[in-house]
């Protein structure tokens, strides 16, 4: 019975270790000059990630847009040839 208590102590006091580090890791990230200074550190990580993945964005963006194109001229000539069949009527 007592290896049970410890081991369940043991087991408790992890557990409020755990919250006591995560809480002091974030009363540090809430004081100003750290989150500037992680801020100044990151900047440039994420402007050189940022090049990096622009023309991919551009791409994207272009094909999405050349989609939305085809979907409407499908849409329209839908609409031609439903009429020609006089399905939909003026």
């Given at each position: 019975?007592n290896?049970?208590?410890?081991?369940?102590?043991?087991f408790i006091?992890?557990?409020?270790?755990?919250?006591?580090?995560?809480k002091?890791c974030l009363?540090?990230?809430?004081k100003?000059?750290?989150?500037?200074?992680?801020k100044?550190?990151?900047k440039?990580?994420?402007?050189v990630i940022?090049i990096?993945?622009?023309?991919?964005?551009?791409?994207?963006?272009?094909?999405i847009?050349?989609i939305?194109?085809?979907?409407l001229?499908?849409?329209?000539?839908?609409?031609?040839?439903?009429r020609?069949y006089k399905i939909?009527t003026?």
């Amino acid at each position: 019975m007592n290896q049970t208590r410890k081991r369940l102590f043991f087991f408790i006091s992890k557990i409020f270790m755990k919250d006591t580090i995560i809480k002091q890791c974030l009363d540090i990230l809430k004081k100003e000059d750290i989150r500037y200074e992680i801020k100044s550190f990151c900047k440039p990580i994420m402007e050189v990630i940022l090049i990096e993945l622009k023309p991919y964005i551009y791409i994207i963006v272009s094909l999405i847009i050349l989609i939305f194109i085809m979907i409407l001229a499908i849409l329209l000539l839908l609409f031609l040839i439903l009429r020609n069949y006089k399905i939909i009527t003026k």
